[in-house]
């Protein structure tokens, strides 16, 4: 058996090296997709002021102070961060401490999540992204919907 030459071996361990190495990268997370803090940070200031503008749910958010606003705003920017892969703590107490006994109707539910979905259109944030971001956000609304209507 002829033996390989130095030349050789080198050709066939870079071939090697270039069949074994995994082409796919590590998918890139939620958080990333969604424009990491700056992203996230601008879409919730964008969803809260239509959430307090809005005739219906708005009523839930009388009587707050602008300082009170603006903690509401980063307690859901860091919620979002956190739950998206982001490296933020998570600064709320749980939805279900938080909204329990405010008796939410599932209508109010509807009404806040087309809120997101239409700042995130207006964001011109893809489908996909989308779709995982409203997967999350229905995973806390047996936490906070008490009344079916
Ligand atoms: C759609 C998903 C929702 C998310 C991610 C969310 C998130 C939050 C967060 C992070 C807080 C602050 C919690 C704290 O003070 O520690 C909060 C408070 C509050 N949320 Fe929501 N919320 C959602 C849905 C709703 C809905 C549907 C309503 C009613 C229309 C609502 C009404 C309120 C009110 C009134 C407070 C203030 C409660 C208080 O300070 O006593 N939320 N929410």
């Not at 940070?41 to 958010?61: E, H």
């Amino acid at each position: 058996m002829k033996h390989q030459t130095a030349a050789e071996i080198l050709v066939a361990l870079a071939l090697s090296a270039f069949l074994f190495t995994p082409s796919v990268s590590a998918e890139e997370s939620l958080y990333d997709r969604l424009g990491g803090y700056d992203g996230i940070s601008a879409v919730v200031d964008d969803f809260a002021g239509k959430l307090f503008d809005d005739p219906v749910v708005g009523a839930r958010f009388f009587g707050m102070s602008d300082d009170s606003r603006e903690n509401f705003r980063q307690m859901n920017k860091n919620l979002v961060c956190a739950a998206t892969g982001g490296d933020c703590k998570i600064i709320s107490r749980s939805a279900a401490v938080t909204h329990g006994g405010l008796g939410i109707k599932a209508s109010e539910f509807e009404i806040v999540a087309q809120h997101l979905t239409d700042t995130l259109n207006d964001f011109e944030v893809p489908q996909k992204e989308q779709d995982d971001l409203m997967a999350i956000i229905a995973t806390l609304r047996p936490d906070i919907v008490e009344v079916e209507d």
